[in-house]
């Protein structure tokens, strides 16, 4: 398993809604999302646990294989959360 160190968190990006207000939208039209679910957290995180969806800043974050490595600063909003 991958551990983030400090306040980083490691998250795998939500696929690109299909949809958006029942109109069906283009694959075109459709830019990489910046929502994902956090698979795990640095010990430093305060606010993020793990399996809660979150929104994260465009140009933030670091591809290592097929998951996202982020600094929780990074997060604009917690979308939902699993354990609830």
């Known amino acids: 398993m ?3 160190m400090g306040s980083k968190l490691l998250l795998i990006q939500e696929e690109a809604p299909k949809e958006y207000g029942g109109i069906l939208l283009s694959e075109a039209h459709t830019e990489k ?3 994902g679910r956090v698979i795990s957290v640095g010990n430093k995180c305060k606010f993020v ?3 809660d969806k979150i929104a994260y800043a465009k140009y933030s974050g670091v591809p290592y294989e097929d998951y996202i490595i982020i600094e929780e600063s990074d997060i604009l909003v917690i ?3 699993k354990d609830e």
Do not use: S
């Open 33 to 35: 999302p910046n929502v």
């Open 2 to 4: 991958i551990t983030p």
């Open 49 to 51: 646990k793990v399996n």
């Open 79 to 81: 979308l939902d959360n």
